[in-house]
Protein backbone atom coordinates (compact mmCIF):
# COMPACT_ATOMS: atom_id res chain seq x y z
CA UNK A 1 0.00 0.00 0.00
CA UNK A 2 1.21 3.30 -0.75
CA UNK A 3 1.55 5.42 1.84
CA UNK A 4 -0.60 8.15 0.85
CA UNK A 5 -3.64 5.98 1.00
CA UNK A 6 -2.17 3.78 4.26
CA UNK A 7 -4.64 6.34 6.97
CA UNK A 8 -7.64 4.84 4.93
CA UNK A 9 -9.01 1.56 5.79
CA UNK A 10 -11.33 1.15 2.72
CA UNK A 11 -8.29 0.91 0.02
CA UNK A 12 -6.72 -1.84 1.56
CA UNK A 13 -7.71 -4.54 -0.60
CA UNK A 14 -7.01 -2.38 -3.86
CA UNK A 15 -3.94 -4.23 -5.41
CA UNK A 16 -0.69 -2.40 -5.95
CA UNK A 17 -1.38 -2.53 -9.65
CA UNK A 18 -4.24 -0.60 -9.62
CA UNK A 19 -3.51 1.76 -6.74
CA UNK A 20 -0.74 2.79 -9.01
CA UNK A 21 -2.76 4.73 -11.34
CA UNK A 22 -4.71 6.19 -9.26
CA UNK A 23 -4.88 10.54 -9.58
CA UNK A 24 -7.06 10.80 -7.00
CA UNK A 25 -9.58 9.67 -4.09
CA UNK A 26 -12.02 10.94 -2.00
CA UNK A 27 -13.70 9.15 1.28
CA UNK A 28 -16.97 9.99 2.63
CA UNK A 29 -19.69 9.17 3.97
CA UNK A 30 -20.75 9.43 8.19
CA UNK A 31 -17.83 6.56 9.13
CA UNK A 32 -15.77 7.02 6.16
CA UNK A 33 -17.50 3.79 4.01
CA UNK A 34 -17.77 5.03 1.05
CA UNK A 35 -15.20 6.38 -1.50
CA UNK A 36 -14.67 7.71 -4.96
CA UNK A 37 -12.04 7.05 -6.80
CA UNK A 38 -10.28 9.00 -10.13
CA UNK A 39 -7.72 7.29 -11.83
CA UNK A 40 -4.96 8.85 -14.30
CA UNK A 41 -7.16 7.73 -17.33
CA UNK A 42 -10.10 9.65 -15.95
CA UNK A 43 -12.02 6.17 -15.33
CA UNK A 44 -14.20 7.09 -12.17
CA UNK A 45 -15.14 4.54 -9.54
CA UNK A 46 -17.39 3.90 -6.84
CA UNK A 47 -16.66 1.85 -3.59
CA UNK A 48 -18.21 1.05 -0.20
CA UNK A 49 -21.41 1.19 1.52
CA UNK A 50 -23.39 3.33 -1.14
CA UNK A 51 -25.69 4.37 1.49
CA UNK A 52 -28.87 6.04 -0.52
CA UNK A 53 -26.68 5.18 -3.67
CA UNK A 54 -24.30 7.93 -2.89
CA UNK A 55 -21.94 6.01 -4.87
CA UNK A 56 -23.69 7.07 -8.40
CA UNK A 57 -22.92 3.23 -9.88
CA UNK A 58 -26.24 3.07 -10.82
CA UNK A 59 -28.23 0.85 -8.07
CA UNK A 60 -28.30 1.43 -4.27
CA UNK A 61 -26.12 -1.80 -3.51
CA UNK A 62 -22.75 -1.82 -1.53
CA UNK A 63 -19.85 -2.86 -3.28
CA UNK A 64 -16.64 -4.18 -1.88
CA UNK A 65 -15.08 -4.30 -5.32
CA UNK A 66 -15.02 -1.54 -7.73
CA UNK A 67 -17.53 -0.21 -9.90
CA UNK A 68 -17.88 2.51 -12.12
CA UNK A 69 -19.31 5.07 -12.04
CA UNK A 70 -20.61 5.88 -15.75
CA UNK A 71 -21.87 9.08 -16.09
CA UNK A 72 -18.02 11.01 -14.72
CA UNK A 73 -16.02 8.62 -17.15
CA UNK A 74 -14.04 10.55 -19.35
CA UNK A 75 -14.59 13.44 -17.35
CA UNK A 76 -11.80 15.56 -16.20
CA UNK A 77 -12.77 15.93 -12.45
CA UNK A 78 -11.46 18.70 -10.25
CA UNK A 79 -13.25 17.98 -7.05
CA UNK A 80 -15.87 16.90 -5.19
CA UNK A 81 -18.20 17.61 -2.00
CA UNK A 82 -20.71 16.01 -0.22
CA UNK A 83 -23.24 16.53 2.80
CA UNK A 84 -24.91 14.27 5.47
CA UNK A 85 -27.33 11.92 3.87
CA UNK A 86 -24.94 11.50 2.08
CA UNK A 87 -25.71 13.83 -1.26
CA UNK A 88 -22.61 14.32 -3.36
CA UNK A 89 -21.62 17.03 -6.09
CA UNK A 90 -18.64 16.64 -8.75
CA UNK A 91 -17.77 19.77 -10.43
CA UNK A 92 -15.54 19.20 -13.69
CA UNK A 93 -12.48 21.40 -14.71
CA UNK A 94 -14.70 22.70 -17.71
CA UNK A 95 -17.37 23.85 -14.77
CA UNK A 96 -20.08 21.50 -15.07
CA UNK A 97 -21.38 20.38 -11.93
CA UNK A 98 -23.30 16.46 -11.24
CA UNK A 99 -25.35 15.21 -8.36
CA UNK A 100 -26.69 12.12 -6.75
CA UNK A 101 -27.08 10.58 -3.25
CA UNK A 102 -29.86 11.57 -1.06
CA UNK A 103 -32.45 14.25 -2.06
CA UNK A 104 -34.67 14.56 0.55
CA UNK A 105 -34.84 18.45 0.51
CA UNK A 106 -33.87 18.66 -2.93
CA UNK A 107 -30.32 18.99 -2.57
CA UNK A 108 -29.41 17.75 -5.54
CA UNK A 109 -30.84 20.60 -7.08
CA UNK A 110 -32.63 17.80 -9.82
CA UNK A 111 -35.99 19.90 -9.75
CA UNK A 112 -37.58 17.27 -7.35
CA UNK A 113 -37.02 15.66 -3.72
CA UNK A 114 -37.27 12.07 -5.13
CA UNK A 115 -34.48 10.18 -3.82
CA UNK A 116 -33.43 9.23 -7.47
CA UNK A 117 -30.16 8.55 -5.90
CA UNK A 118 -28.30 6.30 -8.21
CA UNK A 119 -29.18 8.63 -11.43
CA UNK A 120 -26.72 11.27 -12.66
CA UNK A 121 -29.36 13.36 -14.65
CA UNK A 122 -28.14 16.81 -14.13
CA UNK A 123 -24.81 17.39 -15.70
CA UNK A 124 -24.61 21.19 -15.97
CA UNK A 125 -26.70 22.60 -12.74
CA UNK A 126 -26.21 26.25 -13.79
CA UNK A 127 -25.74 27.51 -17.38
CA UNK A 128 -22.17 29.18 -16.18
CA UNK A 129 -18.99 28.48 -15.54
CA UNK A 130 -18.60 27.30 -11.78
CA UNK A 131 -14.88 27.18 -9.78
CA UNK A 132 -16.29 25.98 -6.82
CA UNK A 133 -18.92 23.56 -4.82
CA UNK A 134 -19.55 23.40 -1.59
CA UNK A 135 -22.37 21.06 0.83
CA UNK A 136 -24.06 21.59 3.94
CA UNK A 137 -25.64 18.73 5.83
CA UNK A 138 -28.58 19.43 3.48
CA UNK A 139 -28.42 21.86 1.04
CA UNK A 140 -25.46 23.15 -1.68
CA UNK A 141 -23.71 26.11 -3.06
CA UNK A 142 -21.70 26.89 -6.08
CA UNK A 143 -19.40 29.66 -7.06
CA UNK A 144 -19.26 31.04 -10.69
CA UNK A 145 -16.31 32.16 -12.47
CA UNK A 146 -17.93 35.74 -12.24
CA UNK A 147 -18.32 35.35 -8.50
CA UNK A 148 -21.75 34.84 -7.93
CA UNK A 149 -23.43 32.17 -5.78
CA UNK A 150 -25.82 29.13 -7.18
CA UNK A 151 -27.62 27.47 -3.43
CA UNK A 152 -30.64 24.86 -3.34
CA UNK A 153 -31.67 22.23 -0.95
CA UNK A 154 -32.89 22.16 2.55
CA UNK A 155 -33.98 26.14 3.96
CA UNK A 156 -35.49 25.29 7.01
CA UNK A 157 -32.98 27.71 8.81
CA UNK A 158 -32.39 30.45 5.77
CA UNK A 159 -29.36 28.98 4.94
CA UNK A 160 -30.02 29.66 1.34
CA UNK A 161 -30.40 33.06 1.95
CA UNK A 162 -33.95 33.95 1.37
CA UNK A 163 -37.24 33.67 2.74
CA UNK A 164 -39.25 31.20 0.80
CA UNK A 165 -42.18 32.85 0.43
CA UNK A 166 -40.59 35.64 -1.53
CA UNK A 167 -38.75 33.07 -3.97
CA UNK A 168 -41.16 29.89 -5.18
CA UNK A 169 -42.89 30.13 -8.21
CA UNK A 170 -46.65 29.56 -8.80
CA UNK A 171 -45.86 25.77 -9.66
CA UNK A 172 -44.96 25.00 -6.06
CA UNK A 173 -48.49 26.10 -4.69
CA UNK A 174 -50.09 24.09 -7.54
CA UNK A 175 -48.41 20.50 -7.57
CA UNK A 176 -45.49 19.01 -6.73
CA UNK A 177 -43.56 15.62 -6.74
CA UNK A 178 -47.05 13.82 -6.74
CA UNK A 179 -48.63 15.86 -3.98
CA UNK A 180 -50.30 19.24 -3.16
CA UNK A 181 -48.40 21.80 -1.21
CA UNK A 182 -48.90 25.67 0.12
CA UNK A 183 -45.63 27.74 0.18
CA UNK A 184 -45.22 28.15 4.02
CA UNK A 185 -44.90 24.25 3.71
CA UNK A 186 -41.96 24.08 1.90
CA UNK A 187 -38.66 24.46 3.50
CA UNK A 188 -36.48 23.65 0.11
CA UNK A 189 -35.62 24.51 -2.90
CA UNK A 190 -35.20 21.35 -5.43
CA UNK A 191 -33.59 24.02 -8.25
CA UNK A 192 -30.28 26.08 -7.94
CA UNK A 193 -31.57 29.96 -7.26
CA UNK A 194 -29.30 32.85 -7.91
CA UNK A 195 -28.63 34.29 -4.58
CA UNK A 196 -28.83 38.17 -4.42
CA UNK A 197 -26.20 39.78 -3.86
CA UNK A 198 -26.10 43.55 -1.79
CA UNK A 199 -24.52 46.05 -3.80
CA UNK A 200 -23.64 43.93 -6.25
CA UNK A 201 -20.66 42.47 -4.46
CA UNK A 202 -18.69 39.81 -5.60
CA UNK A 203 -18.28 36.48 -3.75
CA UNK A 204 -14.48 34.79 -3.94
CA UNK A 205 -14.66 32.19 -1.34
CA UNK A 206 -17.91 30.35 0.35
CA UNK A 207 -18.30 27.45 3.00
CA UNK A 208 -21.32 25.71 3.87
CA UNK A 209 -21.70 24.83 7.84
CA UNK A 210 -24.48 21.93 8.74
CA UNK A 211 -27.15 24.39 8.40
CA UNK A 212 -25.69 27.95 7.56
CA UNK A 213 -23.49 29.37 4.56
CA UNK A 214 -20.61 31.61 5.10
CA UNK A 215 -19.28 33.70 2.20
CA UNK A 216 -15.96 36.18 1.44
CA UNK A 217 -16.40 39.23 -1.17
CA UNK A 218 -13.34 39.94 -3.29
CA UNK A 219 -13.13 42.97 -0.54
CA UNK A 220 -12.36 40.55 2.23
CA UNK A 221 -15.33 41.20 4.26
CA UNK A 222 -17.18 38.43 5.42
CA UNK A 223 -21.35 37.34 5.13
CA UNK A 224 -23.58 35.15 6.67
CA UNK A 225 -27.00 33.46 6.66
CA UNK A 226 -29.27 30.66 8.07
CA UNK A 227 -28.71 28.64 11.46
CA UNK A 228 -27.46 31.00 14.41
CA UNK A 229 -28.64 29.33 17.45
CA UNK A 230 -25.13 28.94 19.02
CA UNK A 231 -23.88 31.89 17.06
CA UNK A 232 -22.29 30.44 13.99
CA UNK A 233 -22.85 33.27 12.05
CA UNK A 234 -20.97 35.59 14.36
CA UNK A 235 -23.94 37.97 15.08
CA UNK A 236 -24.77 38.78 18.67
CA UNK A 237 -28.44 37.74 18.20
CA UNK A 238 -29.38 33.92 17.60
CA UNK A 239 -31.88 34.36 15.51
CA UNK A 240 -31.71 32.83 11.93
CA UNK A 241 -30.93 34.92 8.99
CA UNK A 242 -32.62 35.18 5.96
CA UNK A 243 -30.24 36.91 3.73
CA UNK A 244 -26.32 37.47 4.02
CA UNK A 245 -25.33 39.80 6.17
CA UNK A 246 -21.52 41.06 7.28
CA UNK A 247 -20.03 39.72 10.58
CA UNK A 248 -19.38 43.32 11.54
CA UNK A 249 -17.50 42.72 14.37
CA UNK A 250 -15.10 40.74 12.26
CA UNK A 251 -15.07 43.17 9.39
CA UNK A 252 -14.01 46.11 11.79
CA UNK A 253 -10.86 45.02 12.06
CA UNK A 254 -7.74 46.01 10.18
CA UNK A 255 -6.63 42.64 8.40
CA UNK A 256 -8.32 40.77 5.27
CA UNK A 257 -10.69 37.49 5.72
CA UNK A 258 -8.59 35.23 3.07
CA UNK A 259 -10.37 32.09 3.74
CA UNK A 260 -13.26 31.01 5.65
CA UNK A 261 -14.46 27.00 6.67
CA UNK A 262 -17.43 25.74 8.63
CA UNK A 263 -17.80 22.51 10.60
CA UNK A 264 -21.28 21.71 11.91
CA UNK A 265 -21.75 24.50 14.60
CA UNK A 266 -18.89 26.43 14.05
CA UNK A 267 -16.80 28.61 11.59
CA UNK A 268 -12.98 29.45 11.25
CA UNK A 269 -11.52 32.86 9.47
CA UNK A 270 -7.86 32.67 8.57
CA UNK A 271 -6.62 36.67 8.07
CA UNK A 272 -3.93 38.30 5.91
CA UNK A 273 -1.88 38.06 9.11
CA UNK A 274 -1.93 34.71 9.70
CA UNK A 275 -4.54 34.84 12.40
CA UNK A 276 -7.36 32.42 12.94
CA UNK A 277 -10.76 33.63 14.22
CA UNK A 278 -13.42 31.41 15.33
CA UNK A 279 -17.48 31.66 16.35
CA UNK A 280 -20.09 29.33 17.24
CA UNK A 281 -20.79 26.19 18.94
CA UNK A 282 -17.71 25.00 21.05
CA UNK A 283 -19.61 21.98 23.46
CA UNK A 284 -16.23 20.07 22.25
CA UNK A 285 -13.76 23.00 22.29
CA UNK A 286 -13.88 23.44 18.14
CA UNK A 287 -13.34 27.03 18.73
CA UNK A 288 -9.61 26.48 20.24
CA UNK A 289 -10.36 29.20 22.62
CA UNK A 290 -9.52 27.12 25.97
CA UNK A 291 -13.05 26.33 27.16
CA UNK A 292 -16.33 24.96 25.80
CA UNK A 293 -17.99 28.27 25.56
CA UNK A 294 -20.38 29.21 22.42
CA UNK A 295 -19.35 32.76 21.16
CA UNK A 296 -21.51 34.91 19.20
CA UNK A 297 -18.78 36.78 18.54
CA UNK A 298 -15.36 35.83 16.46
CA UNK A 299 -12.55 35.12 19.06
CA UNK A 300 -8.69 34.72 18.24
CA UNK A 301 -7.28 31.44 18.14
CA UNK A 302 -4.12 31.35 20.63
CA UNK A 303 -1.58 28.88 21.76
CA UNK A 304 -0.38 29.12 24.88
CA UNK A 305 3.42 28.99 24.70
CA UNK A 306 3.73 30.61 21.66
CA UNK A 307 2.49 32.59 18.65
CA UNK A 308 1.79 30.99 15.70
CA UNK A 309 1.65 31.98 12.29
CA UNK A 310 -0.87 30.16 10.20
CA UNK A 311 -1.59 29.33 6.18
CA UNK A 312 -4.46 27.15 6.57
CA UNK A 313 -7.55 25.86 8.05
CA UNK A 314 -10.00 23.09 7.62
CA UNK A 315 -13.26 22.26 8.92
CA UNK A 316 -15.84 19.17 7.59
CA UNK A 317 -19.60 20.89 7.46
CA UNK A 318 -21.16 17.98 9.65
CA UNK A 319 -18.25 17.46 12.48
CA UNK A 320 -17.14 19.52 15.02
CA UNK A 321 -12.99 18.53 14.35
CA UNK A 322 -10.76 21.97 13.89
CA UNK A 323 -7.46 21.47 12.13
CA UNK A 324 -4.69 24.06 11.00
CA UNK A 325 -1.62 24.47 9.72
CA UNK A 326 1.43 26.51 10.90
CA UNK A 327 3.62 28.43 8.77
CA UNK A 328 6.54 25.77 9.76
CA UNK A 329 4.12 22.76 7.99
CA UNK A 330 3.38 21.64 11.77
CA UNK A 331 -0.35 20.17 11.82
CA UNK A 332 -2.54 21.19 14.64
CA UNK A 333 -5.80 19.64 16.00
CA UNK A 334 -8.53 20.98 18.42
CA UNK A 335 -12.50 19.84 19.18
CA UNK A 336 -13.57 16.93 18.77
CA UNK A 337 -10.84 14.67 18.51
CA UNK A 338 -11.81 10.78 18.60
CA UNK A 339 -14.12 11.67 21.04
CA UNK A 340 -11.57 13.35 23.16
CA UNK A 341 -12.52 17.27 23.40
CA UNK A 342 -9.36 19.34 22.88
CA UNK A 343 -9.86 22.73 23.93
CA UNK A 344 -6.64 24.92 22.74
CA UNK A 345 -4.40 23.95 18.89
CA UNK A 346 -2.59 21.06 19.95
CA UNK A 347 0.90 19.51 17.40
CA UNK A 348 0.06 16.28 15.87
CA UNK A 349 3.34 14.32 14.23
CA UNK A 350 1.75 14.84 10.90
CA UNK A 351 2.69 17.03 8.35
CA UNK A 352 -0.51 16.51 6.24
CA UNK A 353 -3.99 17.48 6.99
CA UNK A 354 -5.77 14.22 5.36
CA UNK A 355 -3.32 11.87 7.71
CA UNK A 356 -4.22 14.18 10.63
CA UNK A 357 -8.26 14.48 10.18
CA UNK A 358 -8.22 10.49 9.30
CA UNK A 359 -6.27 9.63 12.67
CA UNK A 360 -7.79 12.46 14.55
CA UNK A 361 -11.03 12.85 13.17
CA UNK A 362 -14.09 10.91 11.67
CA UNK A 363 -12.54 8.75 9.17
CA UNK A 364 -13.51 11.06 6.04
CA UNK A 365 -11.80 13.74 3.77
CA UNK A 366 -12.51 17.84 3.91
CA UNK A 367 -11.85 17.69 -0.03
CA UNK A 368 -10.26 15.06 -2.40
CA UNK A 369 -6.54 13.46 -2.06
CA UNK A 370 -4.30 13.80 -5.31
CA UNK A 371 -1.82 11.23 -5.33
CA UNK A 372 -0.07 11.93 -8.51
CA UNK A 373 0.00 15.05 -10.45
CA UNK A 374 2.80 14.13 -13.16
CA UNK A 375 2.99 11.77 -15.47
CA UNK A 376 6.41 9.87 -14.35
CA UNK A 377 6.60 8.25 -11.16
CA UNK A 378 7.24 10.46 -8.42
CA UNK A 379 10.08 9.62 -6.00
CA UNK A 380 8.57 7.67 -3.34
CA UNK A 381 6.92 5.56 -6.71
CA UNK A 382 10.62 5.09 -7.32
CA UNK A 383 12.34 4.55 -3.43
CA UNK A 384 9.45 1.53 -3.10
CA UNK A 385 10.03 0.31 -6.11
CA UNK A 386 14.18 0.40 -5.43
CA UNK A 387 13.29 -1.67 -1.93
CA UNK A 388 14.60 -5.77 -2.44
CA UNK A 389 15.81 -4.58 -6.02
CA UNK A 390 18.97 -7.00 -6.97
CA UNK A 391 20.10 -5.15 -10.47
CA UNK A 392 20.27 -1.99 -8.36
CA UNK A 393 21.11 -2.69 -4.62
CA UNK A 394 24.96 -2.80 -3.68
CA UNK A 395 23.92 -4.45 -0.27
CA UNK A 396 22.45 -7.64 0.75
CA UNK A 397 21.22 -8.26 4.08
CA UNK A 398 20.91 -11.96 5.25
CA UNK A 399 18.01 -12.97 7.72
CA UNK A 400 16.90 -16.84 8.57
CA UNK A 401 18.79 -17.97 5.38
CA UNK A 402 16.88 -15.05 2.76
CA UNK A 403 18.68 -12.28 1.57
CA UNK A 404 17.10 -8.43 1.29
CA UNK A 405 18.36 -5.90 -1.15
CA UNK A 406 19.42 -2.68 -0.04
CA UNK A 407 21.15 0.46 -0.73
CA UNK A 408 24.04 1.58 1.68
CA UNK A 409 22.82 5.50 0.69
CA UNK A 410 19.57 5.23 1.45
CA UNK A 411 20.24 3.10 4.79
CA UNK A 412 22.61 5.98 6.20
CA UNK A 413 20.42 8.81 5.28
CA UNK A 414 16.87 7.04 7.25
CA UNK A 415 19.08 5.63 10.02
CA UNK A 416 21.13 6.56 12.68
CA UNK A 417 21.66 2.72 13.52
CA UNK A 418 23.03 2.12 9.87
CA UNK A 419 24.75 5.94 9.72
CA UNK A 420 27.13 4.83 12.26
CA UNK A 421 27.65 1.29 11.21
CA UNK A 422 28.74 2.87 7.88
CA UNK A 423 31.00 5.13 9.51
CA UNK A 424 33.61 2.38 10.65
CA UNK A 425 35.87 -0.19 8.95
CA UNK A 426 33.31 -2.08 7.91
CA UNK A 427 32.51 -0.14 4.66
CA UNK A 428 35.82 0.17 3.41
CA UNK A 429 36.37 -3.79 3.40
CA UNK A 430 33.72 -3.19 0.63
CA UNK A 431 31.63 -5.90 2.52
CA UNK A 432 28.31 -6.47 0.88
CA UNK A 433 25.99 -8.47 2.94
CA UNK A 434 25.30 -8.79 6.92
CA UNK A 435 24.11 -11.00 8.83
CA UNK A 436 21.20 -11.20 11.37
CA UNK A 437 19.18 -13.12 13.70
CA UNK A 438 17.53 -10.79 16.44
CA UNK A 439 14.70 -10.45 14.97
CA UNK A 440 12.53 -12.01 12.25
CA UNK A 441 12.98 -11.85 8.57
CA UNK A 442 9.59 -10.81 8.45
CA UNK A 443 10.48 -7.92 11.03
CA UNK A 444 13.64 -7.50 9.18
CA UNK A 445 12.14 -6.44 6.36
CA UNK A 446 9.46 -4.33 7.58
CA UNK A 447 12.01 -2.47 9.41
CA UNK A 448 14.15 -1.79 6.34
CA UNK A 449 10.96 -1.00 3.76
CA UNK A 450 10.18 1.06 6.38
CA UNK A 451 13.07 3.41 5.75
CA UNK A 452 12.00 3.28 1.76
CA UNK A 453 8.52 3.66 1.92
CA UNK A 454 8.02 5.66 5.47
CA UNK A 455 4.79 3.30 6.39
CA UNK A 456 4.98 0.04 8.41
CA UNK A 457 3.73 -3.39 5.50
CA UNK A 458 3.43 -5.79 8.53
CA UNK A 459 0.17 -7.39 10.25
CA UNK A 460 -1.21 -5.37 13.17
CA UNK A 461 0.14 -8.77 15.38
CA UNK A 462 3.96 -8.39 14.82
CA UNK A 463 3.96 -4.72 14.86
CA UNK A 464 5.49 -5.44 19.04
CA UNK A 465 8.53 -6.98 17.72
CA UNK A 466 8.77 -4.06 15.00
CA UNK A 467 8.58 -2.06 18.12
CA UNK A 468 11.41 -3.76 19.84
CA UNK A 469 13.46 -3.77 17.05
CA UNK A 470 13.07 0.61 17.16
CA UNK A 471 13.49 0.37 20.93
CA UNK A 472 16.95 -1.71 20.15
CA UNK A 473 17.78 1.20 17.39
CA UNK A 474 17.23 4.11 18.67
CA UNK A 475 14.78 4.65 15.87
CA UNK A 476 12.76 7.37 17.31
CA UNK A 477 10.60 7.52 13.73
CA UNK A 478 9.90 4.14 13.63
CA UNK A 479 8.51 3.86 16.66
CA UNK A 480 5.95 6.38 16.64
CA UNK A 481 4.99 4.82 13.55
CA UNK A 482 4.40 1.60 15.33
CA UNK A 483 2.40 3.44 18.13
CA UNK A 484 -0.19 4.76 15.93
CA UNK A 485 -0.27 1.47 13.96
CA UNK A 486 -0.95 -0.53 17.10
CA UNK A 487 -3.72 2.61 18.33
CA UNK A 488 -5.33 2.08 15.02
CA UNK A 489 -5.38 -1.81 15.38
CA UNK A 490 -6.28 -2.18 18.62
CA UNK A 491 -9.29 -4.75 19.80
CA UNK A 492 -11.14 -5.87 22.37
CA UNK A 493 -8.78 -9.30 21.78
CA UNK A 494 -6.02 -7.98 21.95
CA UNK A 495 -6.30 -4.77 24.09
CA UNK A 496 -4.46 -6.43 27.19
CA UNK A 497 -1.55 -7.51 25.33
CA UNK A 498 -0.53 -4.18 23.77
CA UNK A 499 -0.92 -2.68 27.33
CA UNK A 500 1.51 -4.97 28.60
CA UNK A 501 3.72 -3.53 25.35
CA UNK A 502 2.98 -0.12 26.35
CA UNK A 503 4.24 -1.06 30.38
CA UNK A 504 7.37 -2.71 28.92
CA UNK A 505 8.10 0.52 27.09
CA UNK A 506 7.25 2.75 29.40
CA UNK A 507 4.85 4.48 26.87
CA UNK A 508 2.36 6.37 28.97
CA UNK A 509 0.77 7.59 25.82
CA UNK A 510 -0.67 3.86 24.45
CA UNK A 511 -0.99 2.84 28.55
CA UNK A 512 -3.84 5.77 28.60
CA UNK A 513 -4.95 4.81 25.11
CA UNK A 514 -5.49 1.40 26.06
CA UNK A 515 -7.43 1.77 29.70
CA UNK A 516 -9.79 4.44 27.46
CA UNK A 517 -10.38 1.78 25.02
CA UNK A 518 -11.03 -1.08 27.18
CA UNK A 519 -13.54 1.36 29.47
CA UNK A 520 -15.19 2.52 26.43
CA UNK A 521 -15.92 -1.03 24.69
CA UNK A 522 -16.90 -2.31 28.28
CA UNK A 523 -19.58 0.13 28.35
CA UNK A 524 -20.96 -0.68 25.09
CA UNK A 525 -20.84 -4.16 25.48
CA UNK A 526 -23.06 -3.55 28.85
CA UNK A 527 -25.49 -2.08 26.54
CA UNK A 528 -25.60 -3.89 23.93
CA UNK A 529 -25.85 -7.16 26.21
CA UNK A 530 -22.60 -9.16 25.34
CA UNK A 531 -22.26 -10.94 28.41
CA UNK A 532 -18.86 -13.01 27.51
CA UNK A 533 -17.34 -9.81 25.84
CA UNK A 534 -18.20 -7.57 28.54
CA UNK A 535 -16.61 -10.00 31.21
CA UNK A 536 -13.76 -10.21 28.89
CA UNK A 537 -13.18 -6.41 29.38
CA UNK A 538 -14.27 -6.16 32.56
CA UNK A 539 -10.87 -8.76 33.38
CA UNK A 540 -8.84 -6.42 31.56
CA UNK A 541 -10.14 -3.37 33.63
CA UNK A 542 -9.41 -5.13 36.88
CA UNK A 543 -5.61 -6.01 35.05
CA UNK A 544 -5.38 -2.62 33.89
CA UNK A 545 -5.94 -0.70 37.28
CA UNK A 546 -3.76 -2.91 39.29
CA UNK A 547 -0.83 -2.42 37.12
CA UNK A 548 -1.47 1.53 36.78
CA UNK A 549 -1.81 2.13 40.22
CA UNK A 550 1.77 0.20 40.57
CA UNK A 551 3.20 2.73 38.26
CA UNK A 552 1.30 5.59 40.17
CA UNK A 553 -0.37 7.02 36.68
CA UNK A 554 -3.55 5.93 37.24
CA UNK A 555 -4.82 9.48 38.82
CA UNK A 556 -3.75 11.61 36.33
CA UNK A 557 -5.79 9.53 33.09
CA UNK A 558 -8.66 11.61 32.24
CA UNK A 559 -11.60 9.37 31.61
CA UNK A 560 -14.13 11.79 30.13
Not at 165 to 177: K, L, R, T
Not at 338 to 366: C, K, Q, W
Request: aromatic share 10%.
Amino acid sequence: MYSDLRSWPIFNSLEPKFVSQIHMVFVYGKLGNEALIVTKDKMVYGLGNNVNGCLGIGDENSTLELKKVEALCGKDIKTFACGIGPHVLALTKEGEVYSWGSNHCGQLGHGSIIDNAPMLNVPILVKEDIIDIACGSSHSTVLTKDCKIYMWGDNQYLQLGFLNSQHYSDEYNNYYNGRFYTTSQLTFRAIPVLLELINEMKVVCVSCGGTFTIVITENGKVYSCGNNSVGQLGRPSNKNIDELRQVDSLNDKAFTVIKVVCGFEHTLALTDDRQIYAWGGNNNGQLGIGNQNDSTKPILVECELQRIKWIDIVALSCYNISVAVSEEGCVYVWGDCRGESILTPTATSFSNVHDAIAYYGPSVMHKPLVLYMSEGPSILESLKASFDESSTSDLKIQVEDQFIHVHKAILMIRSEYFKNMFQHDWIENNQNVIKHDQFSYAVYKAFLKYLYIDAIDLPIEEVSDLLDLAESYCEKSLKHSCIQMIKQGITASNVEYFHGIALKYALEELQEFCIKFALINHTSALMLRQDDFAKQVQNIIKIFIMKACEVNNFNSISLS
